[in-house]
């Protein structure tokens, strides 16, 4: 079995928001992260958030049950509701990265599964 490095163990931990690496940091024991390393911090931590995932599904859902009363699909009196949502779904795809607001990608979400 081989034995890491001391600066291996510290670099391995970095977390940006602890006092404490960026003191060992200023000493030059451990590196700047990469923006990689900083990418899946975020992800990790985003996606490990109990109060994030809580949040997120509650939106999903409640936006779910508005896209549901505004196109209402299954309606059998409302005949254009259907075709009235993929002519919407089309438009959103259209939308550029700037254009897209939470509402358009959450419904994008929801009619992608």
Not at 74 to 94: I, K, Q, R, V, W
């Given at each position: 079995?081989?034995?890491?490095?001391f600066?291996?163990?510290?670099?391995?931990?970095?977390?940006p928001?602890?006092e404490?690496?960026?003191?060992?940091?200023?000493?030059?024991?451990?590196?700047?992260?990469?923006?990689?390393?900083?990418?899946?911090?975020?992800?990790?931590?985003?996606?490990?958030?109990?109060?994030?995932?809580?949040?997120?599904?509650?939106?999903?859902?409640?936006t779910?049950?508005?896209?549901?009363?505004?196109?209402?699909?299954?309606?059998?009196?409302?005949?254009?509701?259907e075709?009235?949502?993929?002519?919407?779904?089309?438009?959103?795809?259209?939308?550029?990265?700037?254009?897209?607001?939470?509402?358009?990608?959450?419904?994008?979400q929801?009619?992608?599964g």
């Amino acid at each position: 079995m081989r034995i890491k490095k001391f600066n291996q163990h510290i670099n391995e931990a970095y977390d940006p928001n602890d006092e404490k690496y960026s003191k060992l940091r200023s000493l030059g024991l451990t590196d700047e992260p990469d923006v990689q390393e900083r990418i899946e911090g975020l992800q990790d931590e985003w996606s490990d958030d109990q109060e994030i995932m809580r949040l997120t599904q509650a939106l999903k859902r409640r936006t779910g049950d508005l896209v549901d009363k505004w196109f209402p699909t299954d309606d059998p009196n409302d005949s254009t509701a259907e075709e009235h949502l993929d002519d919407y779904f089309d438009m959103l795809g259209e939308l550029s990265a700037d254009e897209l607001g939470m509402l358009e990608y959450l419904v994008i979400q929801k009619l992608n599964g």
